[in-house]
C-alpha cells in the first residue's frame, strides 16, 4: 500500500511558478515509476509528466521546456517545477505511481494522491 499526499497548489498570476510536491509512505517509493496528471473541470484527466526510478522523464508537449519532473528517492518526495505557468495550466494536479518505469496513460497507474488546486489568473 501506497499513500501520496499532494501540496504546493495556490493561485499564480499568468507567467509566474510554482512547485508541486508529493510526498510517498512505504518503503517501495523508490521501486515505482511516479507521474504527475492533471484535471480542468469538465475535462478528461490527462498526462503531464513521468520519472521512473532511476530519472528517465517524460512530458507532455503542452509542458514541455516549461515544466521540469524530479524525485528525491531518500525523501520518498516527487516533484514538479512549473514555470511560465498560462491559464491553461489550471486544474487540480494528482501525481500517482506506477509500476512500469514511465507511462502516459492513466489506467497504468494504481496509486494516486487526493490533489492539489493549481490555478493561473490572466
Known amino acids: 500500500q501506497v499513500q501520496l499526499v499532494e501540496s504546493g497548489g495556490g493561485l499564480v498570476q499568468a507567467g509566474g511558478s510554482l512547485r508541486l510536491s508529493c510526498a510517498a509512505s512505504?518503503?517501495?517509493?523508490?521501486?515505482?515509476?511516479m507521474g504527475w496528471f492533471r484535471q480542468a473541470p469538465g475535462k478528461v484527466r490527462e498526462f503531464v509528466a513521468a520519472i521512473s526510478w532511476s530519472g528517465t522523464t517524460r512530458y507532455a508537449d503542452s509542458v514541455k521546456g516549461r515544466f521540469t519532473i524530479s524525485r528525491d528517492n531518500a525523501k520518498n518526495t516527487v516533484y514538479l517545477q512549473m514555470n511560465s505557468l498560462e491559464p491553461e495550466d489550471t486544474a487540480v494536479y494528482y501525481c500517482a505511481t506506477t509500476v512500469y518505469t514511465t507511462s502516459y496513460s492513466a489506467g497504468d497507474y494504481n496509486y494516486w494522491g487526493q490533489g492539489t488546486q493549481v490555478t493561473v489568473s490572466s
Open positions: 512505504g518503503r517501495t517509493f523508490s521501486s515505482y515509476g
